[in-house]
Nanobody
Framework: QVQVVESGGGLVQAGGSLRLSCTAS????????MAWFRQGPGEERNWVSC??????LYVDSVKGRFTISADNAKNTLYLQMNSLEPEDTATYYC??????????????????WGQGTQVTVSS
């Protein structure tokens, strides 16, 4: 059984930093595409960043502020978030796929999802 668990969310002031973690079990971690999505209040779940085929991609609004990385030995995906803005407030979700997929910005690419971790940025 695959389990995906996020952690690291919290309340932070604008300009601050947080690091999200996503630990997975029951699958061959690192062999496929991995991503972070977020969903603000009353909004759809939107893509933030992904790793596929060794490349890291980011939505324009977080480029230069967020960094995605993975530690395959620890079965853990990270999202380092710096210079946080109130607009970054959302529930952040980790998403994993078994295979590499160039369409890593699409929700339909992913089979496994975590339960989400809340990030709140105060102004």
């Amino acid at each position: 059984q695959v389990q995906v668990v996020e952690s690291g969310g919290g309340l932070v002031q604008a300009g601050g930093s947080l690091r999200l973690s996503c630990t997975a079990s029951g699958l061959n971690f690192g062999s496929g595409t991995m991503a972070w999505f977020r969903q603000g209040p009353g909004e759809e779940r939107n893509w933030v960043s992904c790793i596929t085929g060794g490349r890291a991609l980011y939505v324009d609004s977080v480029k230069g502020r967020f960094t995605i990385s993975a530690d395959n030995a620890k079965n853990t995906l990270y999202l380092q978030m710096n210079s946080l803005e109130p607009e970054d407030t959302a529930t952040y979700y980790c998403a994993l796929a078994d295979l590499n997929n160039s369409f890593c910005y699409r929700k339909t690419t992913y089979k496994y999802w975590g339960q989400g971790t809340q990030v709140t940025v105060s102004s």
